[in-house]
């Protein structure tokens, strides 16, 4: 029962520097998600794919740059790290069900930029 | 005015308290509704969903929509401190998109 599995879970990097924090589901969904979660402002979407090959924007995508490696797999990359980009990364995926969409969640990586 | 708005709490009630919490929305053409639940350190899970047009029972969880309101309610009876985590309702912008809204979460405490 692993589900939506996302490394490394903690992380500091210094400004500048690039990382790749990397996610994978075995859930079988189409569709995957990078969302960053900021006190008092909720989960915003970096980025999503809705199937393998495919990438789009979310609200805030810049500094960001995403891979959507295969059907499992899909990693998010600062190249150049701000401090503005400390945040909590969740990893998601969801499907279609019964006409609604369910989104499930990663247990989150927690990323300081000093 | 934001898609979804939440009271972020935190909000601290003794064991065995009614809890209530609750979003509103701005788009009327929001479909379903969902809650989920954080706790410290977790990624959040689905806690349960409900359509637009009425109520969702779930143990003691109560799911609850007002349409004409724009309002959603989540209700736990009897609760726990284990019920103690951050709840956010989440709203899917359209059954088959790829976007979704979420409020920020109201911090819930349930002391023993």
């Known amino acids: 029962n692993a589900g939506v599995t996302q490394t490394p879970k903690f992380q500091v990097l210094k400004t500048g520097q690039s990382m790749t924090l990397q996610c994978a589901q075995d859930m079988n969904h189409n569709s995957m998600y990078w969302y960053r979660q900021d006190p008092g402002m909720g989960l915003r979407l970096i980025y999503y794919s809705a199937s393998e090959g495919t990438t789009d924007k979310g609200e805030v995508p810049n500094g960001y740059n995403v891979s959507r490696l295969n059907k499992r797999e899909f990693s998010l990359r600062l190249e150049s790290a701000a401090p503005s980009q400390t945040s909590v990364y969740f990893c998601?995926?969801?499907?279609?069900?019964?006409?609604?969409?369910?989104?499930?969640f990663g247990e989150g990586s927690w990323l300081t930029v000093v | 005015q934001k898609e979804v708005e939440q009271d972020p709490g935190p909000l601290s009630v003794p064991e065995g308290a009614i809890v209530s919490l609750n979003c509103t929305y701005s788009?009327?053409?929001?479909?379903?509704f969902m809650w989920y639940r954080q706790y410290s350190r977790k990624g959040p899970e689905l806690l349960m969903y409900t359509y637009s047009s009425g109520n969702k029972e779930d143990g003691r969880f109560t799911a609850q929509v007002d349409k004409s309101s724009k309002y959603i309610s989540l209700f736990i009876r009897d609760s726990q401190p284990s019920d103690s985590a951050t709840y956010l309702c989440?709203?899917?912008?359209?059954?088959?998109?790829?976007?979704?809204?979420f409020g920020p979460g109201t911090r819930l405490s349930v002391l023993p």
């Open positions: 989440a709203i899917p912008r359209d059954n088959y998109g790829q976007n979704f809204v």
């Open positions: 998601a995926s969801s499907e279609v069900t019964g006409g609604r969409n369910t989104i499930y």
């Open positions: 788009n009327s053409a929001f479909q379903y």
